[in-house]
């Protein structure tokens, strides 16, 4: 399904990836709402990067830890688009921490990334499904990690929270058939993203080590098989892994 017209609400569009999916999307003709928490700067000028599209763009502000918060942006979002076609739940948060440092892995740490990365999703589907069944297939697209395949990246709360999303993707790929097709990205090592740069050091390299095709992800290319998946109309309920070719990852 060609995406001229459509309309998208690209959640965390002030960051490396959010942004690339953005403009992505805009060059493949479709109008965009991004969220974004703090960063509104980032935020406007992933939104001139739509714009120079010839495409609509609005900012919401939406810290997706608050329910409420969810739907009236969502609402917003749709409201200034005039309806809304594709959900893109990127908005995640991670901190650097160590597997084996189990004590700096405290409670407080651990909701606020599940509650970010996996509910915030899930409240957003949630919030969306009554605008992306019309007429026409509406679609969810949910951006993941390898870490969710296997126990590596920033921590262990990360790891679990992917893991959660991608299996999340599964069940909302059943729950909302047949109108909405909901479907998955998980990247590997994005270089040159500010989520990149809060991984230890070493995990980050084994990344770049164990990656066969030599080279690591990049937030283009991540951006290019959302609009993929976007314009699909027969793949749901899939992940589909960006990595360079990790092993663990090739499931």
Known sequence: MALEGRRAFVTGGSGDIGSAIAAALAR??????LSYVGFKAGAERTAEQVRRQGRQAFCVPLDQRDPDAVGRAV????????GLDILVNNAAWNVGIPFPNLDALDPETW??????NLRGPYL???AAARYLETDT???IVNIASTAG????????AYACSKAGLIHLTKCLAVALAPRITVNCVAPGLVEGTRMASRLPEAAADRAREQAVL??????????????TLSESETVTGQTLVVDGG???AMR
Not at 150 to 156: A, D, E, V, Y
């Open 111 to 116: 909701d606020r990334v599940l509650t970010t």
């Open 214 to 227: 030599g080279r690591v992800g990049c937030a283009e290319d991540v951006a290019r098989h959302v609009v």
């Open 124 to 126: 957003l589907a949630r």
């Open 149 to 156: 395949y296997s126990p590596t990246g920033s921590s262990i």
């Open 246 to 248: 990790m092993p663990a």
């Open 28 to 33: 493949a003709g479709a109008n965009v709402a």
């Open 75 to 82: 609402d917003s979002a749709a409201e200034h688009l005039g």
């Open 137 to 139: 297939r509406g679609t």
